[in-house]
């Protein structure tokens, strides 16, 4: 660890449900889940703060169960009932470690886990406890996207870490256009202007209108939590200003 490292006090990660699914089709791989943890519980041990939001994409997303017949209100329920589960593995994983985890769901779940306060989440926060923030906005027709804009500002974190399969912001989907090339650093105007695939445009505006920084990176690369944490640029920054 450098004198310097860790940059950040506070953070915000998100990761997508679909990243807990390693190779699985569905659901949860639970080597994956406990590789994730043990990122977490060593920044955590560093002295970060850590606010968690999980998606729901490996068990529900409302879009998808709508396309299928559901109502769209019903599906989104059950996703956002997909990120509690998702939050409780987390939890546990994170509290095996010796890391200690406290899930606020935005939808009341008594008996399971808290319910989202602002207030308390900051209690949490400052003893060192990993906030888990489940069931997203609480709202339909919002993603988990927009619930880590949403809380990474409530909390006040430094920065919003969105933890993807690729190493960052590219021009097109460098999976399928080798010609892609990757952005060092983006501005969310740019971003919404060249609908680049980087967040919904919900959660770009709230970042963009408060100043939130937002770092995009590539979670399976070990170290790369712990590099981002240091502020080395491990993949594209998103800012609001990029002359800054
Ligand atoms: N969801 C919702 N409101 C929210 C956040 C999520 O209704 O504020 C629902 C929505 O159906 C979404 C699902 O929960 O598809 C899972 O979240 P998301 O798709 O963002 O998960 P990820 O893609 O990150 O795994």
């Not at 659901?27 to 703060?49: K, M, N, T, Y």
């Not at 968690?52 to 996703?79: C, P, S, T, W, Y």
């Not at 740019?190 to 995009?216: N, S």
């Amino acid at each position: 660890m450098t004198a310097s490292c860790p940059k950040y006090r506070r953070i915000l990660l998100k990761l997508s449900g679909e990243a807990l699914m390693g190779a699985q089709e569905a659901g949860i791989d639970p080597a994956v889940l406990l590789r994730f943890a043990e990122a977490i519980h060593d920044i955590v041990s560093d002295g970060v703060q850590v606010g968690l939001v999980i998606g729901g994409g490996n068990i529900f997303r409302g879009a998808g169960l709508a396309a299928a017949g559901m109502d769209r209100v019903k599906g989104d329920q059950m996703g956002m009932l997909a990120t509690v589960m998702n939050a409780l593995a987390m939890q546990d994983a994170l509290q095996r470690l010796g890391s200690e985890a406290r899930v606020m769901s935005a939808l009341p779940v008594a008996g399971v886990c808290e319910g989202f306060s602002r207030d308390q989440a900051l209690r949490h926060l400052d003893q060192g406890r990993v906030v888990l923030f489940a069931a997203g906005t609480g709202n339909p027709f919002f993603t988990t996207d927009s619930a880590a804009s949403l809380r990474a500002i409530e909390i006040g974190a430094d920065i919003l870490f969105k933890a993807t399969q690729v190493d960052g912001v590219y021009t097109d989907d460098p999976q399928t256009n080798p010609k892609a090339e990757r952005f060092d650093r983006l501005s969310y105007d740019e971003a919404l202007a060249r609908k680049l695939m980087v967040m919904d445009a919900t959660a770009l505006v709230m970042c963009r209108d408060h100043d939130m920084p937002l770092m995009v990176f590539n979670i399976h690369q070990p170290g790369n939590l712990m590099r981002a944490v240091c502020g080395e640029p491990v993949g594209t920054l998103v800012l609001r200003d990029t002359t800054e």
